[in-house]
C-alpha cells in the first residue's frame, strides 16, 4: 500500500483543483495536489513540502481531513488528506497544467482519480451541513 498526502485550499468557498500534465502517470485526471512522505518525514511535513515543491505557495496544516483507501491502477493507495492555509506566495504548478477553482457541487463534474471521490463526497457533506 502506497501512503501518499493530498491537500484541500479553500479561497472564497471554493476548493482547489489540479490536473495532471501531461508527461506523468494519470496524466489529464484531477487530484487534490501533493505526494509521497520521504524517509522519515511526517505526513503533515510532506503536505507542506509538496506543495511547496508543487505549487509554489507556502502553507500550514489547519486539520486533518480524513483518509480514503482505494485502487489507483494496479497500485493500493492511502491518501491522507489534510486542510491547508495559503500563506503567502503565487501559484505556479509544476506537475500541473490546469487549477480550478470549484464550488462543492461542481466537484463530483470532474474526472478526479479514484481515491479522491469519496474524499470529495465527503467535503460536498460537510460543506452542505455547514450551511444550513
Ligand atoms: N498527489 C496526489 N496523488 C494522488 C491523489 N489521488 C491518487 O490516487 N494519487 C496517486 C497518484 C500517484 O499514483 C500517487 C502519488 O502521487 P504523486 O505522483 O503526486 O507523488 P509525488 O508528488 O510524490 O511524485 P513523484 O515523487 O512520484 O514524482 O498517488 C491525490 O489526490 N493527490
Ligand atoms: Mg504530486
Known amino acids: 500500500m502506497l501512503t501518499v498526502t493530498a491537500a484541500l485550499i479553500r479561497k472564497e468557498g471554493r476548493i482547489l483543483v489540479a490536473r495532471r500534465r501531461p508527461g506523468i502517470s494519470h496524466a489529464g485526471r484531477w487530484e487534490f495536489p501533493g505526494g509521497k512522505p520521504e524517509q522519515g518525514e511526517s505526513p503533515e511535513e510532506a503536505i507542506v513540502r509538496e506543495i511547496e515543491e508543487e505549487m509554489g505557495i507556502m502553507t500550514t496544516v489547519d486539520a486533518y481531513f480524513g483518509e480514503s483507501i482505494a485502487h489507483n491502477g494496479n497500485t493500493n493507495i492511502r ?3 489534510f486542510e491547508l492555509t495559503w500563506e503567502r506566495g503565487e501559484l505556479t504548478p509544476v506537475d500541473h497544467d490546469r487549477i480550478d477553482w470549484v464550488r462543492p457541487e461542481e466537484l463530483l463534474g470532474y ?3 479514484e481515491p479522491d471521490v469519496p474524499i470529495a463526497r465527503e467535503f460536498i457533506e ?6 444550513t
Do not use: I, N, Q, S
Open 126 to 131: 460537510r460543506e452542505e451541513a455547514h450551511r
Open 111 to 113: 474526472d478526479l482519480l
Open 79 to 81: 491518501l491522507l488528506v
